[in-house]
């Protein structure tokens, strides 16, 4: 017997222990009823704990023996009897989650249906970001629309409902998504809004749902995936973005939603800066260029290092630059010697065409007039 078919808002049961097994992957109890949701149709398995003559273990995953019809499997965290009466406790603020995440899913494909014309072929409930896969691709507007209608429909505060009815009665009802199952089937329904054929633990009402929050929405198998936050979460999530704006625009002395100019100034300033900085890197390259040919060693700015290096590679013979802070570059055929001799000082350094590496601190003018030396 499921119990949370019954009463989604039940946290504790009495059962009996009817079989149990362990293999090397975990510890696994079948129960007489049980409150515990079975992974299945998008949505997570419940957690919790069972109590007995035993004490106390965890639920730590529950999952449909066979699919649809199966026994429900508690996964556990120690072995307990066969035989036995349990008190099962489910991990109520997880379960409400994802209530809230289900039951917003069946307002959202409502509304993408009613506003678009999409149709919901698959969903994922597994993390706060949910996901509906939609068969068709959808435009801007009518993914808006749905939003603001599946919000609608959360301060309705439509009752939601489950019932069961036969095969034969099916046809009578107007279901948004055909049933998996055969037999009797369950049928979900949230006012006068949405109706659809679903096994899973839902809210008392549409309101207990809301928020309702689309983030975004991108192509996706030929459809669109399309991405949101309900109840709880979404507003989690809003407190955190709403955090992050409000530490922003104090930096920025704007408000939060003013903060696009002040960012915008800053990366407009930043890439004339980098092209001003480029500019001056190569002056002082080029005037730095006749003395470095002259030295062969010499001791550069470390801005400059690499932009002189490259113009040093297009004359004859080998060259070495030092930055003050012990960085290096040298080029020419001879480079492999000349890193012998700064390895030979504590320096590190390799590469391709050029070499390049670092020197222990205070050792630049020393390397300096061991290079030169050699050259
Ligand atoms: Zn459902």
């Not at 922003?248 to 704007?254: K, P």
């Amino acid at each position: 017997m499921r119990l949370y078919q019954l009463d989604s808002y039940a946290t504790r049961f009495q059962a009996r222990v009817e079989r149990v097994w362990s293999d090397e992957k975990g510890h696994y109890a079948v129960l007489s009823q049980t409150l515990f949701y079975p992974e299945s149709g998008g949505q997570p398995a419940d957690r919790g704990v069972l109590r007995g003559p035993f004490g106390e273990v965890q639920v730590l995953h529950a999952y449909e023996e066979e699919k649809a019809f199966g026994d429900v499997v508690h996964v556990l965290s120690a072995p307990i009897p066969e035989g036995v009466e349990v008190e099962g406790e489910i991990d109520w603020p997880r379960r409400f989650r994802h209530m809230q995440r289900h039951t917003a899913q069946h307002l959202l494909s409502q509304a993408l249906l009613r506003a678009g014309g999409y149709h919901t072929v698959a969903v994922s409930l597994d993390s706060p970001v949910c996901t509906v896969d939609l068969e068709e691709e959808a435009e801007e507007a009518g993914v808006l629309e749905a939003e603001a209608l599946a919000n609608f429909a959360v301060y309705a505060d439509y009752p939601v409902e489950a019932f069961y009815v036969s095969e034969e009665e099916l046809a009578r009802y107007p279901l948004r998504r055909p049933p998996k199952v055969r037999g009797k089937v369950r049928l979900v329904r949230i006012g006068d809004f949405d109706l659809a054929a679903c096994g899973g633990t839902h809210l008392k009402t549409s309101a207990q749902a809301g928020p309702i929050k689309v983030l975004k929405w991108e192509r996706y198998k030929g459809g669109t995936r399309v991405y949101f936050m309900a109840g709880w979460e979404a507003l989690e999530d809003y407190h955190a973005k709403h955090a992050l704006l409000a530490r922003l625009a104090l930096a920025f002395s704007t408000n939060p939603l003013e903060l696009e100019k002040p960012i915008r100034k800053l990366q407009d300033e930043l890439y004339a800066l980098k092209g001003e900085n480029q500019a001056l890197r190569e002056g002082l390259a080029e005037a730095l260029l006749p003395r470095a040919l002259e030295e062969k060693a010499l001791l550069v700015p470390l801005p400059v290092l690499g932009e002189l290096g490259k113009r040093l590679a297009r004359f004859e013979g080998t060259f070495l630059l030092v930055a003050p802070e012990g960085r290096f570059v040298a080029v020419g055929p001879r480079r492999g010697e000349v890193l012998e001799r700064l390895k030979a000082l504590g320096g590190r350094g390799g590469g391709k065409e050029a070499v390049q590496g670092a020197l222990p601190p205070g050792r630049a003018v020393e390397a300096l007039a061991r290079v030169r030396e050699l050259l």
